[in-house]
């Protein structure tokens, strides 16, 4: 593991550990300072929720997946459809409440 002078431990691929954080009741998270700067995250960004069973969550913005899935016409415009959907219904990411 490759520690970066700013402290925060990096592996390879530049991959990296920002901490814990703790879902709040209505399931809001804060993603850290250091994990939005080094991935370029700003405010207003859309991010996609992956889940796996065995390995959990993982956030994506939106953007990179898009550009990243020129393989795949079919699955980028079920993703740009229910992005699209959400933005309608006032309820892009889901209820947090839920």
């Given at each position: 593991m490759d520690d970066r002078e700013d402290g925060a431990p990096h592996g390879p691929g530049g991959r990296g550990f920002y901490g814990a954080v703790t879902v709040s009741e209505r399931g809001q998270i804060s993603l850290p300072a250091q994990a939005r700067r080094d991935l370029g995250i700003s405010a207003g960004d859309k991010l996609l929720v992956l889940g796996d069973p065995e390995q959990g969550l993982a956030l994506m913005r939106v953007d990179r997946l898009?550009?990243?899935?020129?393989?795949?016409?079919?699955?980028?415009?079920?993703?740009?459809?229910?992005?699209?959907?959400?933005?309608?219904?006032?309820?892009?990411?889901?209820?947090?409440?839920?």
């Open positions: 898009l550009a990243n899935m020129e393989f795949s016409p079919v699955l980028k415009s079920a993703v740009k459809e229910r992005m699209a959907e959400e933005e309608g219904s006032g309820t892009a990411g889901g209820d947090a409440a839920e």
